[in-house]
T-cell receptor
Framework: GQQVMQIPQYQHVQEGEDFTTYCNSSTTLSNIQWYKQRPGGHPVFLIQLVKSGEVKKQKRLTFQFGEAKKNSSLHITATQTTDVGTYFCAGQDGNQFYFGTGTSLTVIP | DGGITQSPKYLFRKEGQNVTLSCEQNLNHDAMYWYRQDPGQGLRLIYYSQIVNDFQKGDIAEGYSVSREKKESFPLTVTSAQKNPTAFYLC?????????FGPGTRLTVT
């Protein structure tokens, strides 16, 4: 079946440093979504990317979809303690969603 | 996510017992999903349903069963056949491509 890998699995940064997580799919994706899960919480939808090479920004967060639609990245500029949590990508195949393994971000004040 | 209720938040069962996890939604979404989350493995799809009285197996359906008798409800039964049932279970609905997750049920089987 479809596989979606994410790296790194864990990332510790000093507050103010940048952070990037990468998502790679074994197959071409029709679209990709990003979710954030706070510690002890549930995943919350952040954004969806559909077009090849698409770049979207949400304040300090920048999301990119690869040209081949097989990879994606999430970049956070100048991290804050509120950014703590696990970030998941998810690729859609028909009615199913394949989630990446997630990147757990710790921000050290 | 305020429109999806999962109860209870924590559930404890003895090995060999079946247990049913509740998922109720008032978002009027047709599609509903059940995921299992284990540390370091992300979310894995157990079952999903696009409409009432219809559901499909996900990647890890063995040892689980579901029903979809009402649009609002999609209960998941963890049977004794599930080898490693201890996990965090998340229910979700979908509108277009966006999924909305419930607060989850943490099941511990000893």
């Amino acid at each position: 079946g479809q596989q979606v890998m994410q790296i790194p699995q864990y990332q510790h940064v000093q507050e103010g440093e940048d952070f990037t997580t990468y998502c790679n799919s074994s197959t071409t994706l029709s679209n990709i979504q990003w979710y954030k899960q706070r510690p002890g919480g549930h995943p919350v939808f952040l954004i969806q990317l559909v077009k090849s090479g698409e770049v979207k920004k949400q304040k300090r967060l920048t999301f990119q979809f690869g040209e081949a639609k097989k990879n994606s990245s999430l970049h956070i500029t100048a991290t804050q303690t509120t950014d703590v949590g696990t970030y998941f990508c998810a690729g859609q195949d028909g009615n199913q969603f394949y989630f990446g393994t997630g990147t757990s971000l710790t921000v050290i004040p | 996510d305020g429109g999806i209720t999962q109860s209870p938040k924590y559930l404890f069962r003895k090995e060999g017992q079946n247990v049913t996890l509740s998922c109720e939604q008032n978002l009027n979404h047709d599609a509903m999903y059940w995921y299992r989350q284990d540390p370091g493995q992300g979310l894995r799809l157990i079952y999903y349903s696009q409409i009432v009285n219809d559901f499909q197996k996900g990647d890890i359906a063995e040892g689980y069963s579901v029903s979809r008798e009402k649009k609002e409800s999609f209960p998941l039964t963890v049977t004794s056949a599930q080898k490693n049932p201890t996990a965090f279970y998340l229910c979700a609905t979908r509108l277009a491509r966006e999924q909305y997750f419930g607060p989850g049920t943490r099941l511990t089987v000893t």
